[in-house]
């Protein structure tokens, strides 16, 4: 009986690394999109908040 709670343990543990790791993957995506973002739209961005500064 012990083996047993001892397995279905280890699973739990397992399933909230998973979680984790579920979390990691789509961080990481969240911030490749934005570094892409900012390198295709980083000069446009950079105009106009040229224009903002300059007009403040």
Not at 10 to 24: F, K, N, P, T, V
Request: hydrophobic share 60%.
């Amino acid at each position: 009986m012990a083996l047993i709670r001892t397995f279905i343990e280890s699973l739990r543990r397992d399933e909230e690394g998973q979680g984790l790791a579920e979390y990691a993957l789509i961080l990481a995506l969240i911030a490749i999109v934005a570094i892409v973002a900012l390198l295709f739209l980083g000069g446009q961005i950079s105009t106009i908040l040229s224009r903002v500064g300059a007009s403040v």
